[in-house]
């Protein structure tokens, strides 16, 4: 992954939109690779997106089963 800046700009939105909405968990981890990007070899940021990948698609499942419910 060479392509640094994109994946900053997505971590910052991320950051700040769990934030907004209350999803802790992936507002730390997508502020923690935001911050660290530039640091981070390869490897690392590879391993890094992937585990925010997997917390923003639990973050997505439990907002569709818990807040998406229709309105009556």
Known sequence: V?????IKRAAHSIKSSAAIF??????V????????????SA???HDCVETLRQAFEQTAEFAQANLLQPAY
């Not at 502020?31 to 660290?36: C, K, N, P, Q, V």
């Open 2 to 6: 060479t392509d640094r800046p994109p």
């Open 29 to 40: 981890l997508a502020r923690d690779l935001e911050s660290g990007i530039e640091g981070m």
């Open 43 to 45: 490897p690392q940021l």
């Open 22 to 27: 209350g999803f802790a968990k992936l507002s």
